[in-house]
């Protein structure tokens, strides 16, 4: 059985963690997590860095998983990047790895049974699914960026007559955004440098760390309506015409809106997240940090 897990984790996005041949670093939008056979004494005084072993670990990771940390309670996304990361893993070279592979699939099979359980009736709760409500008026969408986060919300626009995505090198994205679009009879790849080069522009995604001196200058002669701006920490961006801006902060509390469904939920999660990690607890065949008080 596994004996020796410990995450560390750092709410931020970014290289925080040195690389290090012996720990495994998976990272989302908002978050870092790195996990290792050992306790890392380097983290130790560190204020933005969270640390948990045994079972509190796997209780977190858990949590991670199925979106209760998620500034989105209960998203999609964070699920299907932890699905993606799983299954992209190298082959173990050691029996630790090989462990390692094992709680992680053990955590992304758990995950799938709550959130089919706990979140379905939650409703749609994604980046996509609330793109779609607030483009309701729109034909067209615009959007910058062709990561994880726009192939992720592209096919809930799929509807849309036109969909323009700017990238840096469309070429390269362009298969991967097409198999997502059915079949990108809709999707208009651009370069970067052309975006405001329509100036119908009424509805724009910022889904990529652009700076605002890029966006002031090429949105200078649009006719821009509604800005999403779901760049981490970005400053507010001042644009000609005073379009509405939503930045994340705003874009997470419109999907929180229905905060009682929400807490109530999130108790019941609570609830079958600490079960499980004491089935998880009990199922060790030895428990070195006296973990056995967990369930009783």
């Known amino acids: 059985m596994f004996k020796d897990i410990y ?18 670093q998976w990272q989302t939008c908002v978050r870092s997590l790195i996990f290792s056979p050992k ?5 130790s005084d560190s204020n933005d860095i969270e640390s948990f072993a045994g079972s509190d670990a796997y209780r977190f990771c858990l949590e991670v998983v199925c979106g209760y940390h998620s500034p989105i309670f209960g998203e999609t996304e964070i699920f299907g990047q932890f699905k993606l990361f ?8 050691n029996h630790w790895e090989s462990e390692l592979i094992q709680f992680l699939n053990s955590i992304n099979e758990k ?7 706990f979140l379905q009736n939650l409703g749609s709760r994604s980046y996509g699914s609330q793109l779609r409500r607030l483009s309701e008026n729109h034909t067209e969408v615009h959007v910058i960026g062709s990561g994880h986060l726009a192939e ?45 080069s329509r100036p119908n522009t009424h509805f724009l995604l910022v889904a990529a760390p652009v700076s605002n001196d890029l966006l002031q200058e090429k949105l200078e002669r649009v006719h821009l309506k509604l800005l999403v701006d779901l760049r981490k920490d970005s400053p507010i961006c001042k644009l000609p015409g005073q379009p509405q801006t939503m930045n994340l902060h705003d874009f997470f509390d419109s999907i929180n809106a229905d905060d009682h469904k929400v807490n109530v939920l999130r108790t019941k999660l609570e609830t079958a997240i600490n079960n499980e990690t004491c089935k998880w607890v009990s199922r060790r065949q030895n428990r070195p940090f006296g973990w056995e008080d967990l369930c009783g």
């Open 86 to 93: 799983v299954e992209h893993m190298q082959q173990p070279k």
């Open 152 to 196: 992720s919300v592209i096919p809930w626009l799929s509807s849309k007559d036109k969909i323009f995505v700017y990238a840096r090198s469309p070429e390269r994205v362009r298969q991967k955004l097409e198999s997502v679009s059915n079949g990108g009879a809709r999707l208009r790849l651009l370069p970067l440098q052309e975006l405001g």
């Open 111 to 117: 995950a799938k049974q709550m959130r089919a359980k």
């Open 7 to 24: 995450i560390y984790h750092h709410k931020g996005h970014g290289d925080v963690f040195a690389k290090d041949k012996d720990i495994l």
């Open 39 to 43: 306790p890392l004494h380097k983290f």
